[in-house]
């Protein structure tokens, strides 16, 4: 039953990972693929907080989504101030680099990884307790984001995404959008690291590497960009995929390059096959319920 | 504490070792300046290109020039195949750059993880032995790979620098580089042109990880940082001069290997981080000469009777 | 009456190629300014330049007095700059109307913290907004296709969306990029009554166009613009008939 709980949990911690990526990648058109590793900060500050500073847990979750939204604007605000392409090699750079720097210190855990972090919920409640957790927590996330980019704000990430130019040119401030955006995200990722990190107990720097990037992009890129449901499903889909290699009981040492094979094999296919994802999305963009008269319009356009 | 000998020693090596760091560079800034694209996934063909020298030596046993020209024909093939199926194909669509980012990106992990299942995860080198001859030069140690591999860059450098400046290929490649629709215009395959772009780097990282490959191990994904030395040396060298990003590969590469002198050689992989986020913080358009006054003036010149502002 | 936007020794100068040779200019608030000239005298630059799109070398813009100079392009629109594009720049992945929506100087959305924290806020701006927008569409006679994607609708319908655009910042100063060009009949009709009525509501205009009559119709004056120099400014009719000035519009 364990073993259900567990994916369980995973495939909750990537719907809230692949939601938010898309937010950052499909909805405000940024490239980056670095995800994983403010997925990464959130787990490490959460996991020190609550074992060196016997910080509760949920607090140290908290402390986990502002360090990885602070971390994010630190890398965000120097790069996209020259422009949106830097903003890739920059994040890349870091992710690479902060991984490279996390094996050498011993304090964290260094490439042994941390282990002994405090647990949650587990023991006065079940595993169970944790399983609603985090699927209720993934819920919130998908309907949060869903919420930010069908309002007033998601109208201006798509104008923004259109033509940055004539965007600015209405009065709108492009880098702030963008720097704001990609912190959101961020500081979501940030938190499923502290729900990750004080489930599994265990954090080691290479887990939050490029094959965890080419992961979350391939279940939104499979999923489909830009869609509530599209991310969700391209998590289920990828967690689910890798859990039936694992019944073949091959050693290690092929298991992890063909479940790499496997999630780049899969985005390459998408992008050639059907760039769109299993779920396209429309290419207008539309609001939640435009009221009183443009509704009612709207209906006379039609008609 | 430093001795000179230690010092200039030391300044050798890590000048020798740059020779690759140069080519990946060159390679990278050749493929962004033509093709108009960050190609992450030269990282890809420089393992193809490995892989191919390794297993002409080590499994089929041939002598070393076999492998060599094996070397070159892997990263050739792998770089043919980037162009055909991916980047071309992506144009053909009008992808987005994003887009277009992303497949070089995959790409290169694809064909890495691929490696892996191949050949496993473990390091290899193309001869059985790295180590070369060393013959003292004024009591510094010259290796027996050092001069060959300096020699091999000047030849591939001063390849490169004829092929674009004298033959009509090298010049359409420009052409294209500056503006590619107009190049169409008059007539040039901007296609091919391309391809061949592909294809020239393709030749130049693959001579790069023989030299690399025959003095360090390689696995699956050693490229990916080679590459990324080489993504830091050509934003430094100024996006669009292929020439910037060759010294700035060996700034960036003597810095490295000397660093040695100062900091633990634990942290020497990473520095080439620290370079790469620095080098876009710092210098996001690169070291800059000041630019060469275009000599091309608007030759019309207002009358002056008009310019009193008044009309007649 | 003093300018409402003032140019004042603007300069720019793309590797040797001039585009801007110490422009002086002043528009003033109710009046409409044609810039005439050749293709490549420098006219959308000098827009560029006072949008802060482009840095000039050297050079001044004011609005209502004020210095716009450090400002980016952004800040400047919030103050009251608006304009259109040659090539239109319309949001296609936005209806007409979420394209209008984006205009006003102050977008509901613009602080994280109203859109976090004060929905209401949020709803009473958007509602706001959606009106003037359906005014702004009224008058313009694009109410029918208020919903449509702006790929849908004809050229001279998105010229109009453009400019209705620019309306939505309810600008001091407002800049149009050749706003007749390939545009015919109805629509003509249309865009030359909204302009003129921009400007009886005192807003300071300045217009690039290739159409001869359009610059008639509607302009109080007109500034001929030769490789990035000012060389004559006056009655339209002035201009149009001045040998010289046509010589060099046609080139010979």
Same mark, same amino acid.
């Given at each position: 039953?364990?073993?259900?709980?567990?994916?369980?949990?995973?495939?909750?911690?990537?719907?809230?990972?692949?939601?938010?990526?898309?937010?950052?990648?499909?909805?405000?058109?940024?490239?980056?693929?670095?995800?994983?590793?403010?997925?990464?900060?959130?787990?490490?500050?959460?996991?020190?907080?609550?074992?060196?500073?016997?910080?509760?847990?949920?607090?140290?979750?908290?402390?986990?989504?502002?360090?990885?939204?602070?971390?994010?604007?630190?890398?965000?605000?120097?790069?996209?101030?020259?422009?949106?392409?830097?903003?890739?090699?920059?994040?890349?750079?870091?992710?690479?680099?902060?991984?490279?720097?996390?094996?050498?210190?011993?304090?964290?855990?260094?490439?042994?990884?941390?282990?002994?972090?405090?647990?949650?919920?587990?023991?006065?409640?079940?595993?169970?307790?944790?399983?609603?957790?985090?699927?209720?927590?993934?819920?919130?996330?998908?309907?949060?984001?869903?919420?930010?980019?069908?309002?007033?704000?998601?109208?201006?990430?798509?104008?923004?995404?259109?033509?940055?130019?004539?965007?600015?040119?209405?009065?709108?401030?492009?880098?702030?959008?963008?720097?704001?955006?990609?912190?959101?995200?961020?500081?979501?990722?940030?938190?499923?690291?502290?729900?990750?990190?004080?489930?599994?107990?265990?954090?080691?720097?290479?887990?939050?590497?490029?094959?965890?990037?080419?992961?979350?992009?391939?279940?939104?890129?499979?999923?489909?960009?830009?869609?509530?449901?599209?991310?969700?499903?391209?998590?289920?889909?990828?967690?689910?995929?890798?859990?039936?290699?694992?019944?073949?009981?091959?050693?290690?040492?092929?298991?992890?390059?063909?479940?790499?094979?496997?999630?780049?094999?899969?985005?390459?296919?998408?992008?050639?096959?059907?760039?769109?994802?299993?779920?396209?999305?429309?290419?207008?963009?539309?609001?939640?319920?435009?009221?009183?008269?443009?509704?009612?319009?709207?209906?006379?356009?039609?008609? | 504490?430093?001795?000179?000998?230690?010092?200039?020693?030391?300044?050798?090596?890590?000048?020798?070792?740059?020779?690759?760091?140069?080519?990946?560079?060159?390679?990278?800034?050749?493929?962004?300046?033509?093709? @108009?694209?960050?190609?992450?996934?030269?990282?890809?063909?420089?393992?193809?290109?490995?892989?191919?020298?390794?297993?002409?030596?080590?499994?089929?046993? #041939?002598?070393?020039?076999?492998?060599?020209?094996?070397?070159?024909?892997?990263?050739?093939?792998?770089?043919?195949?980037?162009?055909?199926?991916?980047?071309?194909?992506?144009?053909?669509?009008?992808?987005?750059?994003?887009?277009?980012?992303?497949?070089?990106?995959?790409?290169?992990?694809?064909?890495?993880?691929?490696?892996?299942?191949?050949?496993?995860?473990?390091?290899?080198?193309?001869?059985?032995?790295?180590?070369?001859?060393?013959?003292?030069?004024?009591?510094?140690?010259?290796?027996?790979?050092?001069?060959?591999?300096? *020699?091999?860059?000047?030849?591939? #450098?001063?390849?490169?620098?004829?092929?674009? @400046?004298?033959?009509?290929?090298?010049?359409?490649?420009?052409?294209?580089?500056?503006?590619?629709?107009?190049?169409? #215009?008059?007539?040039?395959? @901007?296609?091919?042109?391309?391809?061949?772009?592909?294809?020239?780097?393709?030749?130049?990282?693959?001579?790069?990880?023989?030299?690399?490959?025959?003095?360090?191990?390689?696995?699956?994904?050693?490229?990916?940082?080679?590459?990324?030395?080489?993504?830091?040396?050509?934003?430094?060298?100024?996006?669009?001069?292929?020439?910037? *990003?060759?010294?700035?590969?060996?700034?960036?590469?003597?810095?490295?290997?000397?660093?040695?002198?100062?900091?633990?050689?634990?942290?020497?992989?990473?520095?080439?981080?620290?370079?790469?986020?620095?080098?876009?913080?710092?210098?996001?358009?690169?070291?800059?000469?000041?630019?060469?006054?275009?000599?091309? @003036?608007?030759?019309?010149?207002?009358?002056?009777?008009?310019?009193?502002?008044?009309?007649? | 009456?003093?300018?409402?936007?003032?140019?004042?020794?603007?300069?720019?100068?793309?590797?040797?190629?001039?585009?801007?040779?110490?422009?002086?200019?002043?528009? %003033?608030?109710?009046?409409?300014?044609?810039?005439?000239?050749?293709?490549?005298?420098?006219?959308?630059?000098?827009?560029?330049?006072?949008?802060?799109?482009?840095?000039?070398?050297?050079?001044?813009?004011?609005?209502?007095?004020?210095?716009?100079?450090?400002?980016?392009?952004?800040?400047?629109?919030?103050?009251?700059?608006?304009?259109?594009?040659?090539?239109?720049?319309?949001?296609?992945?936005?209806?007409?109307?979420?394209?209008?929506?984006?205009?006003?100087?102050?977008?509901?959305?613009?602080?994280?913290?109203?859109?976090?924290?004060?929905?209401?806020?949020?709803?009473?701006?958007?509602?706001?907004?959606?009106?003037?927008?359906?005014?702004?569409?009224?008058?313009?006679?694009?109410?029918?296709?208020?919903?449509?994607?702006?790929?849908?609708?004809?050229?001279?319908?998105?010229?109009?969306?453009?400019?209705?655009?620019?309306?939505?910042?309810?600008?001091?100063?407002?800049?149009?990029?050749?706003? %007749?060009?390939?545009?015919?009949?109805?629509?003509?009709?249309?865009?030359?009554?909204?302009?003129?009525?921009?400007?009886?509501?005192?807003?300071?205009?300045?217009?690039?166009?290739?159409?001869?009559?359009?610059?008639?119709?509607?302009?109080?004056?007109?500034?001929?613009?030769?490789?990035?120099?000012?060389?004559?400014?006056?009655?339209?009719?002035?201009?149009?008939?001045?040998?010289?000035?046509?010589?060099?519009?046609?080139?010979?």
């Amino acid at each position: 039953m364990d073993y259900v709980f567990t994916i369980l949990i995973l495939i909750g911690l990537f719907v809230i990972l692949a939601s938010s990526f898309d937010l950052v990648i499909g909805h405000c058109g940024l490239i980056s693929i670095a995800h994983p590793i403010f997925y990464a900060i959130g787990a490490y500050i959460s996991a020190m907080l609550s074992k060196q500073y016997g910080l509760p847990v949920p607090v140290s979750i908290l402390c986990g989504g502002v360090g990885a939204l602070l971390a994010s604007a630190l890398v965000a605000v120097p790069a996209l101030r020259v422009s949106g392409d830097y903003l890739l090699i920059a994040s890349i750079g870091f992710q690479l680099g902060l991984i490279e720097l996390a094996k050498h210190f011993h304090e964290i855990g260094g490439a042994g990884g941390l282990t002994n972090i405090p647990s949650f919920l587990i023991k006065d409640f079940g595993r169970e307790s944790y399983v609603v957790l985090v699927l209720v927590l993934a819920a919130l996330t998908v309907l949060f984001i869903r919420w930010l980019t069908q309002g007033p704000y998601g109208r201006m990430m798509t104008a923004m995404r259109d033509d940055e130019l004539a965007f600015s040119m209405l009065g709108r401030n492009a880098i702030w959008v963008k720097v704001a955006v990609f912190a959101i995200g961020s500081g979501i990722a940030g938190i499923a690291g502290g729900l990750y990190a004080h489930y599994f107990r265990f954090l080691e720097p290479d887990q939050f590497g490029l094959l965890q990037s080419s992961a979350v992009l391939t279940m939104v890129v499979v999923g489909g960009m830009r869609t509530t449901m599209g991310p969700v499903i391209g998590a289920i889909v990828l967690q689910l995929m890798p859990q039936v290699i694992t019944f073949f009981n091959l050693p290690p040492s092929i298991l992890g390059p063909l479940q790499g094979l496997l999630f780049t094999g899969l985005v390459l296919f998408f992008m050639f096959v059907r760039p769109q994802g299993l779920l396209p999305a429309a290419d207008l963009w539309v609001g939640r319920k435009q009221q009183g008269d443009a509704g009612q319009s709207a209906k006379e356009a039609r008609s | 504490m430093f001795e000179l000998a230690v010092v200039s020693q030391i300044l050798w090596t890590s000048f020798a070792t740059s020779s690759y760091f140069v080519l990946f560079a060159v390679a990278f800034a050749l493929v962004l300046k033509v093709n @108009k694209v960050f190609n992450f996934a030269q990282a890809g063909v420089m393992t193809c290109g490995f892989y191919a020298a390794y297993v002409g030596v080590r499994i089929l046993n #041939l002598p070393g020039y076999a492998g060599f020209m094996l070397g070159i024909g892997g990263g050739v093939a792998m770089s043919f195949v980037l162009e055909y199926f991916g980047f071309a194909v992506l144009r053909q669509r009008k992808a987005s750059a994003m887009f277009v980012f992303i497949f070089t990106l995959i790409a290169s992990q694809f064909i890495a993880y691929a490696v892996m299942m191949i050949f496993g995860t473990w390091p290899t080198t193309i001869f059985a032995s790295m180590f070369w001859p060393v013959t003292m030069v004024g009591g510094i140690a010259v290796s027996a790979w050092d001069v060959p591999a300096i *020699a091999a860059t000047v030849v591939v #450098l001063t390849g490169l620098w004829a092929f674009l @400046k004298y033959s009509r290929n090298g010049q359409f490649m420009l052409a294209v580089a500056d503006n590619a629709d107009l190049a169409e #215009l008059y007539g040039i395959q @901007k296609d091919r042109i391309l391809m061949l772009s592909m294809v020239l780097a393709g030749v130049i990282v693959s001579i790069g990880m023989f030299l690399y490959g025959t003095r360090a191990q390689v696995q699956a994904a050693a490229a990916t940082e080679l590459m990324l030395f080489a993504v830091a040396a050509t934003i430094l060298g100024g996006i669009g001069n292929i020439w910037g *990003a060759a010294i700035a590969a060996v700034v960036l590469g003597v810095v490295q290997n000397s660093s040695i002198l100062f900091i633990p050689s634990a942290w020497q992989g990473f520095l080439l981080f620290a370079f790469l986020f620095f080098a876009i913080v710092l210098f996001p358009r690169g070291f800059r000469l000041p630019e060469r006054r275009n000599t091309l @003036k608007r030759l019309a010149v207002a009358p002056q009777a008009l310019s009193d502002g008044k009309g007649h | 009456m003093s300018a409402t936007l003032e140019i004042r020794g603007m300069c720019k100068s793309f590797g040797g190629i001039v585009v801007a040779d110490s422009i002086d200019l002043d528009l %003033m608030a109710g009046r409409v300014l044609g810039l005439i000239g050749p293709n490549g005298a420098g006219k959308t630059s000098l827009f560029n330049l006072v949008c802060g799109v482009v840095k000039p070398d050297a050079g001044s813009v004011s609005l209502d007095g004020r210095s716009l100079e450090a400002l980016p392009t952004y800040e400047r629109a919030r103050m009251g700059l608006a304009r259109t594009w040659q090539n239109l720049r319309l949001f296609p992945s936005l209806s007409v109307m979420d394209n209008l929506m984006l205009g006003p100087r102050a977008y509901s959305a613009d602080s994280l913290m109203d859109v976090f924290f004060r929905p209401s806020q949020i709803r009473a701006h958007e509602a706001e907004a959606r009106d003037r927008a359906l005014d702004i569409l009224e008058r313009t006679g694009l109410s029918p296709i208020a919903h449509s994607r702006v790929q849908d609708i004809s050229f001279g319908q998105q010229k109009l969306v453009g400019v209705a655009r620019a309306l939505m910042n309810e600008a001091r100063c407002l800049l149009l990029d050749e706003p %007749m060009a390939g545009v015919e009949g109805q629509t003509y009709a249309l865009i030359q009554k909204a302009v003129r009525d921009i400007a009886a509501s005192g807003v300071a205009i300045c217009v690039v166009e290739h159409n001869v009559a359009f610059i008639r119709d509607l302009c109080d004056e007109g500034v001929f613009m030769f490789a990035g120099k000012v060389l004559a400014r006056g009655s339209v009719e002035q201009l149009i008939n001045d040998p010289h000035l046509t010589e060099l519009y046609f080139g010979t």
